[in-house]
């Protein structure tokens, strides 16, 4: 029994690592924008992202967790080396990205590895398949939805200064005191979506090594989940914040604004209906579409393809690493 809850207790930090390279991978998405546009300092918008990452909790349930946790993996085949093998998955996956700069999802290279190791257990028939319907539903939907809202958002901000013509300061004075708003919006998002999804794993663990009997997510899980995705934050990121900030599109603050409202409003959705949805995607959507307002050629279509591929692969690549790893790890003990 104290071994057990020593492997446990191995698993919990190995999760909330991953939270923590979440934050670190996906710092890119709350920060790049308002980065590239000058209007925070990377410094002070690592920590602005990040005190918005944290008290997400306060605004969003555990929907999210809940989806993960039980609703796309048969939770009675789930065992701690299971959940083990597909955080691994996932780790290898974010780190192998974040070394080549590429935005891929953190969500998906979770999804991946933790079917990917449940797979390699049970076979395919521990898929739940209205779990994994809607979220891959949404792998299109959310970005989608980033896109249209961000190229309507920056239409209409472009008919506002075409009727009442402002001055070209003023109109860059407004639009980043707006992104400071949009900034914080899009981080909450990302901190009550994407720290959820650390809370499933947490959870599943719990009900799987009989720490708890009934599927419940802990306060004391909500709060640390919470807590090393805003460190992650914390930590930068900066390749990608080069990839996502300036290689899409140029941005100004405006831009900035209208692409990470459209995302926010994505997320916000997505999270209401339990849904875990890609931040990446969602922001990078909104980045092409805010961007493809004046001319398509203000994007660089080249880069969103190779962004489009990585993500292409995630699911599929977490998902071979975590099977790999939950075999390496039933062969060796």
């Avoid at 979440?22 to 300092?41: E, P, Q, Y």
């Avoid at 980033?146 to 958002?153: E, R, S």
Wanted: aromatic content about 10%; charged content about 10%.
């Amino acid at each position: 029994m104290e071994s057990n809850l020593i492997f446990i207790i191995f698993i919990i930090v190995i999760a909330l690592a991953f939270d923590f390279t979440n934050g670190m991978h996906d710092a890119a998405n709350s920060i790049s924008t308002i980065v590239s546009t000058k209007v925070l300092s990377p410094r002070k918008a690592v920590i602005w992202a990040a005190f918005f990452n944290f008290i997400a909790f306060l605004i969003f349930g555990t929907g999210v967790a809940k989806t993960i946790g039980k609703g796309m993996i048969d939770i009675n085949i789930v065992t701690p080396t299971v959940i083990l093998a597909g955080l691994i998955g996932a780790i290898a996956w974010n780190l192998i990205t974040w070394w080549r700069g590429l935005p891929s999802s953190s969500s998906h290279a979770l999804i991946g590895g933790y079917a990917g190791a449940a797979i390699a257990k049970g076979g395919f028939g521990v898929i739940i398949a209205s779990g994994w319907t809607k979220t891959l539903i949404f792998i299109v939907v959310a970005p989608l939805i980033g896109l249209v809202v961000g190229y309507l958002l920056k239409v209409a901000a472009i008919w506002l200064i075409h009727i009442r013509h402002p001055s070209p300061p003023s109109v860059d004075k407004w639009s980043r005191i707006l992104q400071l708003f949009s900034a914080a919006a899009f981080s909450l998002g990302h901190g009550g979506n994407d720290a959820q999804k650390t809370m499933g794993i947490i959870a599943s663990l719990l009900y799987a090594g009989g720490i708890i009997s009934t599927f419940d997510v802990p306060l004391w899980v909500v709060l640390s989940a919470h807590a090393a995705i805003a460190l992650g934050t914390l930590s930068g990121g900066w390749r990608i914040v080069k990839t996502m900030g300036q290689k899409i599109a140029k941005l100004r603050p405006i831009d900035g604004f209208c692409a990470e409202t459209a995302a926010a409003s994505a997320i916000f959705l997505s999270t209401h209906l339990g849904i875990p949805v890609s931040t990446t995607h969602v922001i990078t959507g909104a980045i092409s579409g805010a961007g493809s307002v004046e001319r398509l050629t203000a994007v660089r279509w080249g880069v969103t393809l190779q962004i489009v591929w990585a993500w292409i692969l995630t699911i599929p690549a977490a998902g071979l690493i975590g099977a790999l790893v939950y075999f390496l790890i039933r062969l060796f003990s």
